[in-house]
């Protein structure tokens, strides 16, 4: 017997066996179809299969058997009707946006977002002739100013990079109700194990699953997660025209990656707490980022929205942009790069990287001074995470 429980599991357990079909020769994985293409008995049965007469796969950008186990795993930890997996973390955001958007519609989304989210809807989406609104998040009041007669959509990300400011998903979920919008939020940061949108009434989650979901840093992959009428229409009207589907092989390494999330999730947030408290109380180190810490604007939602703050810290060495440098270079254990989520503690400068396409104007008022950093806690031992720490301050 099998998979007769999955309501009753637990997140944990379900990251492992949710989903998880038993396949003809018993094999404890998930066999990867690594297929463009299935073979029909008939041409009555190809026929059958694309007037949707008949279930059967057809092709792999509509539908493959391993990827559609990705896509009921991460339903069930959603607590979606369905979910779709796609080539890329911004694959899943600009398939959620077009999913809902028309030429003429305009959305509302936090001034915070990732750099690439923020360039579609600044730029690629402005050429479509959707419009949007960026607006502090962490003011409800603004967010609800900022909606037009043609707005369609809410999105916002949190923890937000790179202060992680956390947003009132709840409040956010209302304001989409009262004014029958899509609310979409980017769940990357917290993984279904830690956040659940869809419970606080919001609804549309996306990832990028390149993050903590896969774990290793070797996928580029993406998660939309929703109700069946959006999730269809996003799979078989905006995923097969514009083409943004998952490898199967990505899918596949996704799924090893996921049996172990809930450890390695864990082993994230203690180390993030350790060195949060470490750096907050380092004379060194001047403002230190993490929803973690009691003096953070997100702390009060931990607990309720948020079950713990994650692995990613921020914080402002003393000095100026040079000794920042200085600092990474010096480090040894930690890696000097972008991306988080991953077993290696990453570190990267936001305005030398991540945000050097913002004016020095712009970086400033987003608060990204020069002597930023930002950390992706991994899964090392946390106590030499410290001492890398302290050899480079020498
Ligand atoms: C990385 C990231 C993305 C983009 O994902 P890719 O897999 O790199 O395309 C989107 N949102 C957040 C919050 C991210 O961290």
Not at 50 to 71: H, M
Not at 245 to 261: E, F, N, Q, Y
Not at 327 to 344: H, Q, Y
Request: charged residues 15%; negative net charge.
């Amino acid at each position: 017997m099998q998979n007769n429980n999955q309501g009753k599991w637990n997140l944990a357990t379900l990251a492992i066996h949710g989903g998880h079909q038993r396949e003809a020769f018993g094999s404890l994985t998930t066999p990867l179809y690594q297929t463009a293409t299935f073979v029909f008995d008939s041409a009555e049965q190809g026929g059958a299969r694309f007037a949707g007469e008949e279930p059967g796969y057809i092709y792999t950008r509509l539908g493959n058997p391993t990827t559609a186990e990705l896509e009921r795993k991460m339903a069930l930890l959603e607590g979606a009707e369905d979910a779709a997996a796609t080539a890329s973390g911004m694959a899943a955001v600009s398939s959620a946006l077009l999913t809902h958007l028309h030429a003429g519609d305009h959305l509302v989304a936090s001034k915070a977002v990732y750099g690439c989210t923020f360039a579609l809807m600044t730029t690629q989406l402005t050429r479509l002739g959707i419009t949007s609104t960026l607006v502090d998040f962490t003011d409800m009041n603004a967010v609800e100013a900022a909606i037009k007669p043609n707005t369609k959509v809410l999105f916002c990300e949190t923890p937000v990079n790179p202060h992680l400011q956390v947003f009132d998903l709840t409040a956010m979920a209302n304001v989409a109700k009262a004014h029958n919008l899509v609310s979409i939020v980017d769940n990357t940061f917290m993984t279904p194990l830690l956040q659940q949108p869809l419970a606080m009434g919001i609804d549309m989650v996306i990832h990028s699953a390149t993050k903590y979901l896969n774990g290793h840093g070797d996928v580029i992959a993406g998660i939309v997660c929703g109700n069946a009428e959006h999730m269809h229409r996003l799979k078989y009207e905006i995923l097969k025209d514009f083409g943004g589907v998952i490898s199967p092989h990505d899918a596949w390494l996704i799924l090893r990656g996921l049996k172990t999330l809930d450890v390695r999730l864990t082993r994230h947030c203690d180390n993030a707490e350790v060195l949060a408290e470490y750096l907050d109380k380092h004379p060194k180190f001047s403002q230190v980022f993490y929803p973690g810490l009691s003096h953070h604007q997100g702390h009060r939602f931990i607990g309720n929205q948020m079950k713990r703050a994650g692995g990613v810290i921020a914080f402002e060495l003393k000095g100026n942009k040079q000794d920042a440098i200085n600092f990474v270079n010096r480090l040894g254990l930690f890696t000097i790069a972008v991306s988080l989520g991953d077993a290696e503690s990453l570190i990267q400068h936001p305005a030398s990287m991540t945000h050097s396409p913002y004016t020095p104007e712009a970086r400033l008022a987003a608060g990204i001074t020069d002597n930023l950093l930002r950390i992706s806690v991994g899964l090392e031992n946390v106590q030499d995470l410290i001492a890398d720490i302290e050899q480079a301050l020498l």
